[in-house]
Structure formats: C-alpha cells, structure tokens
Nanobody, 124 residues
Framework: QVQLVESGGGLVQAGGSLRLSCAAS????????LAWFRQAPGKERDFVAA????????YYAESVKGRFTISRDNAKNTVYLQMNSLKPEDTAVYYC?????????????????WGQGTQVTVSS
C-alpha cells in the first residue's frame, strides 16, 4: 500500500497563499491518481483536486477552480496543491488520497490510502 504524508498547512490571512505537499512512499508503482480532499468542522470530507501520475490529467472542484493548482513531481513522488486567493471558507483539514485504479474520481470511497491531514486556517 502507498503511504502518504501531507505538509505545508498553517494559518494565513484571507487573500494569502499556501502550498501543500503530499509525499508518497511504499507501493507507488501501483498508484494512478493522487487527490486532495478537505474536511471543515462539522462537515463531510469534500473533493478538492486530483491529478494522474502518468498522463497529467487534472480535475478541480468548482469551488477552487482558478485559485488552486495541483501539480506533481514524479521524481520526488510528491504532489503539490498551490492555494492562492484563500478565503475563510477554505479553512479545513486537507487530506491527500491515493487511487490505485484508472480514472479520476471525486468520491472518498474511490481512494485506497489516505494521509493524516494538515490543517489550513484562513482568517478574515
């Protein structure tokens, strides 16, 4: 199984930027898609963005399109989430997740491994 470790969360003012990283290790050859999800207090975990390791296909949730950018560094087995123009409603714990099957999906159940999460707090 793939192991995932997120980093880069923190406290930022509205309008600011953060870059999250997700380092993958273990059976990375079995991984096809790496995604970011987020969970705000009292809410369900929601899809944010996803990228395929090989073909570079990318998909974003409407709520982050134009503000967030997902990218990958295959040599480092790391996926990044650049978050710009942050809003207080972006406050959440951000998780990366691995999918060992073809195709980007937006449901939690379609992902096989999860990181421990990193807190992002955006103050108004």
């Amino acid at each position: 199984q793939v192991q995932l470790v997120e980093s880069g969360g923190g406290l930022v003012q509205a309008g600011g930027s953060l870059r999250l990283s997700c380092a993958a290790s273990g059976r990375t050859f079995s991984s096809y898609v790496l995604a970011w999800f987020r969970q705000a207090p009292g809410k369900e975990r929601d899809f944010v963005a996803a990228i395929t390791w090989s073909g570079g296909s990318i998909y974003y949730a409407e709520s982050v399109k134009g503000r967030f950018t997902i990218s990958r560094d295959n040599a480092k087995n790391t996926v990044y989430l650049q978050m710009n123009s942050l809003k207080p409603e972006d406050t959440a714990v951000y998780y990366c997740a691995d999918r060992s099957d073809y195709g980007i999906r937006i449901g939690e159940g379609d992902y096989d491994a999860w990181g421990q999460g990193t807190q992002v707090t955006v103050s108004s």
